[in-house]
């Protein structure tokens, strides 16, 4: 699977739009983002993923660069309850037979 | 509709026991997959279930540990010795069939193991 780059931290004020950066310069053609999150003392929760076209649903939306080495979660309007470590994994496959490989994520702390 | 959990949600123990994390996963789940957090490390997958068999378990440690998931429902993870690098948080996932559209893993909310 594809190494993937996040910056470690980011803050965010709360109702502004949460712009989540993450770089896979040597993601392949049949591999996936994926995003999930991971709330204090919860365990991690699947926010979205996709391939070459920018995705949307309740959560975020997904930004897919043209060229696929990079893309961006975007949290429109943030919450208080938005605060928590988000991952940028890259994987072969849609289908879910296959582990996920975490990284260290970016720490997203929304600030009143 | 229930989500994954986890028994116990903490464990204390002592260097030399066994310790038993079990794990129910959604209903009717096919897959079920443990994962694991050390002490300041990244989250790392420790292996994966298809029903009751092991799919790919590249992930377990060493042989101090052992899962099984009989009858493919909960599944169990024992650890026997337990070694103090063993103290961690404990994650399992379950998802659905492996088959068409992207079935996400629902994670568990974890059990953490402190071995003194």
């Known amino acids: 699977d594809a190494k993937t780059t996040q910056p470690p931290s980011m803050d965010c004020a709360e109702g502004r739009a949460a712009n989540l950066p993450c770089n896979h310069s040597t993601i392949s053609g049949n591999e996936y983002?994926?995003?999930?999150?991971?709330?204090?003392?919860?365990?991690?929760?699947?926010?979205?993923?996709?391939?070459?076209?920018?995705?949307?649903?309740?959560?975020?939306?997904?930004?897919?660069?043209?060229?696929?080495?990079?893309?961006?979660?975007?949290?429109?309007?943030?919450?208080?309850?938005?605060?928590?470590?988000?991952?940028?994994?890259?994987r072969v496959g849609s289908n879910a037979g296959n582990m996920l490989t975490f990284g260290g994520g970016t720490r997203l702390m929304v600030k009143p | 509709e229930a989500g994954v959990t986890q028994f116990p949600s903490h464990s204390v123990i002592e260097k030399g026991q066994t310790v038993t994390l079990r794990c129910d996963p959604i209903s009717g789940h096919d897959n079920l997959y443990w994962y694991r957090r050390v002490m300041g490390k990244e989250i790392k997958f420790l292996l994966h279930f298809v029903k009751e068999s092991k799919q790919d378990e590249s992930g377990m440690p060493n042989n101090r540990f052992l899962a099984e998931r009989t009858g493919g429902t909960y599944s169990t993870l024992k650890v026997q010795p337990a070694e103090l690098e063993d103290s961690g948080v404990y994650f399992c996932a379950s998802s659905q069939r492996a088959s068409g559209a992207y079935n996400e893993q629902f994670f568990g909310p974890g059990t953490r193991l402190t071995v003194l």
Request: glycine share 4%; charged share 15%; net charge neutral.
């Open chain 1, 33 to 90: 983002v994926y995003w999930y999150r991971q709330i204090h003392s919860q365990g991690p929760q699947y926010i979205i993923h996709g391939l070459k076209n920018n995705e949307t649903n309740e959560m975020a939306s997904l930004i897919i660069t043209e060229d696929r080495k990079s893309s961006t979660l975007i949290l429109p309007h943030a919450t208080l309850r938005d605060t928590a470590v988000y991952y940028c994994i890259v």
